[in-house]
C-alpha cells in the first residue's frame, strides 16, 4: 500500500538533523535520536521528535517504522553532467583531452530528443536509487536535452535545478551555439520551467575556454534581467585549463575575473571545483556571495587536485558538495563524502562525518540558495527523505556492531556504503 502524506504520516526511526554549522560548532551542531520520528503532512516535514511523543500527539496518523533504519535529508548533488551518464568511467584522460575524447561526442546525441529522455529516466532512477533527492546539472547545448531534464523531474515530482550548456568556441562542429542563440534558447527555456512546480532553471555558460566574451556577456546580460535564476559553470579545475583562460583572457586578472567581467559572479553563481584560486579570487568570493561546490571524485579521477573545503568555508564561502558525474566515477553522494574525507586527510584536514553529512545536505542547499526549503530534516523543509541502513553489507555491518555512538555507526556507511545503504527515499513525502 502507498502511504500518502497528504493527511499525515509518521516516519520511524532513527532521525539526523542540524541546529548549527558543524564546522564551527563542532558535532554538536546535529540533532540525533535514536527512537524518532517524522511527521510529515502534504509533502512537508511538520515536526521531528522522539517517537514516543509524536505517536502520543497523533494516535491516528498511520505509520511507517523504518526500524533501526536512519532518516535524514536527501542528499543533494550540487554539480553533475546527466548526459555524461553514458561515459562515466572512461579511462585515461585528463579535462582538456577528456572532454575532446568523452563527452563531447557523446553530449552530440542529445539532439535526440528520445534519447535525452532515456537518458534522463536513467539518470533519475540511478540518483534516487543512491539517496539523491536533488541536482543541479548541466545539459548539453541543445534545448532538448534540457525539455527531457525538466519533463521526467517534473512527471518525478522532482526538486531540480539545470540549464542549456552553452558553448560558441573551442568545441566541435555539431555542439556550438552561438551568443545570440545561447541568450534566445536559454531565455525561452527558463521562460518555460523557472520555478515552474519544483523546478530552478541555471543559466549555464560551460566554462570561459568554450564561450567567447560575447557569449559571456550574453549570458549575464540574461542572468540581470532574470536574476532569481542561478548561474553554474566551472572554475579553476586543472593548471593546464587555467593556463588556457589566461591566453584567451589575456586582460583578465584571473580565471574569476572572466565571469566577473561579464557580471556572471554573486548570490546565486555557483562555481564547480573551484580548486586553484588565488586570494583574490577567494576574497571576491566571499565578497559576492558567490558559492564553491567541491567535486571530489571527480578530481581524483581527472587529477585535477585537492580543494581546500574547510579553508573556503571557513573564509564564509558556501561550499557544497557533489559527484560531478561522468568526470566523478560515482553517482554516490556516499562516496562522495568518502572521497572528501580521503582529499581532507592528504591535505591534513580531517572531516568529521557531521561536517561530511552537512556538506552533502544543508551545504549543498546553501550553495543552491535553497536551504529555505530542502537540505535539513527540520520541521516546514520539504520532505525529500533519504532511510540509510547503516549496516547494508557484511563488511559494514561488522564495523557497525561496534559502534559507540552515531558517529561511529554512520562513518562506516560513509566510507563504504552505496546504493545497497539506501534502504528507501521520500520525495515530498512519497517513496521514490
Ligand atoms: N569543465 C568544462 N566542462 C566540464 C565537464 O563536463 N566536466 C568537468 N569535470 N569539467 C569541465
Ligand atoms: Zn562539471
Known sequence: MQVSSNNGMLLLGQTLSFNADPFSQGPGAATHIRRGAVLVINGKINAVGPADDLLRAHPQVPTVDHGDNLLMAGFIDAHTHYPQTGIIASWGKRLIDWLNSYTFPEEMRFDDPAYAARAAALYFDLTLSHGTTTVASFCTIHPESVEAFFSEAQARGLRMVAGKTCMDRNAPDGLRDTAQSAYDDSKALLEKWHHVDRLTYAITPRFSPT???????????????????????????????????????????????????????????????????????????VETGTSIVHCPTSNAFIGSGMCDVPGLHGRGVAVGLATDTGGGSSFSMLRTMAAAYDIGQLRGGILHPAQLLWLATIGSARALCLADKIGNLAAGMEADIVVLDLASTPAIAQRHARAEDIWSAIFPTIMMGDDRAIAATYIAGIPA
Request: hydrophobic letters at 40%.
Open 211 to 285: 564561450s567567447t566574451p560575447g557569449q559571456l556577456a550574453a549570458m549575464g546580460a540574461l542572468w540581470a534581467e532574470n536574476p532569481s535564476c542561478l548561474m553554474q559553470t566551472h572554475l579553476s579545475e586543472q593548471h593546464e585549463e587555467i593556463a588556457w583562460v589566461k591566453e584567451l583572457f589575456p586582460d583578465a586578472r584571473d580565471y574569476l575575473d572572466t565571469y566577473e567581467q561579464h557580471g556572471l559572479i554573486g548570490k546565486g553563481a555557483i562555481m564547480g571545483h573551484s580548486i586553484h584560486l588565488e586570494e583574490r579570487e577567494i576574497a571576491r568570493m
